[in-house]
């Protein structure tokens, strides 16, 4: 985009994030125009980003910062991007039809593709008897606690902080338990398991859906 905004509190998550967007931009940080966020978001704040006329608006916000209507209209015709790891329970809750362009850094993998993989794990689950309430929050838990178990099954009597290490970066990509990610992996110095993100729109309706734009990217 020809210009380019991001929005975000003075402070916490969003300051952070915003910082990091620009400093990745590099030579494009010249298009980019910060507006900070102080006090209760009210029409003014958002009518003055409306205004303005930018090409793409990143919210670096949580829920209780994002327009009381709904996120489209804070940024006109401008495509929108959200953070996933913010919060995005308003937008996927209100989201007309008459939607703008609204996408999301997603970084686990999206619905519908994720249903094959997730499907041993819904079994299993139906099979203990536990209510499936959050299907991001139980696939992970229940990913975790069987890669620990297999890497603690190798360690026999050997209690050693750096071989359990060494186990769980060796299962971590080999347990048949799905987790959220399309893939997972660790190693030396590697402690983030996931490492890419699918970008994603929300496609507006009686219950607002998730369109996958991208593929698996890892920068």
Do not use: C
Not at 22 to 33: H, M, P, S, T, V
Not at 174 to 188: E, N, Y
């Amino acid at each position: 985009p020809a210009r380019l905004m991001q929005v975000h509190r003075p402070d916490g998550a969003g300051a952070a994030a915003a910082a990091a967007f620009r400093a990745a931009l590099g030579n494009d940080a010249a298009k980019l125009e910060d507006r900070m966020l102080t006090g209760a978001p009210d029409d003014a704040f958002w009518r003055g980003i409306r205004d303005a006329r930018p090409d793409a608006v990143v919210l670096w916000l949580n829920d209780a910062d994002l327009p009381g209507e709904w996120p489209g209209e804070a940024a006109g015709s401008a495509t929108l991007y959200l953070s996933s790891q913010m919060g995005i329970g308003k937008a996927t809750a209100q989201l007309p039809k008459s939607a703008a362009d609204v996408r999301v850094i997603y970084p686990a993998e999206p619905p519908p593709r994720n249903d094959a993989r997730l499907l041993r794990n819904k079994i299993w689950m139906q099979g203990k008897g536990i209510a499936i309430t959050d299907e991001t929050v139980q696939s992970n838990a229940l990913f975790a606690m069987v890669v620990v178990s297999d890497a603690l099954g190798h360690l026999l009597d050997s209690f050693s902080r750096d071989y359990f290490a060494e186990r769980v970066e060796h299962v971590v990509s080999q347990t048949p338990i799905a987790s959220m990610f399309q893939s997972v992996s660790l190693g030396p110095d590697q402690r983030f398991a996931a490492k890419g993100s699918t970008v994603v729109q929300l496609v507006p309706g009686e219950k607002t859906q998730i369109k996958a734009l991208s593929g698996w990217i890892v920068p």
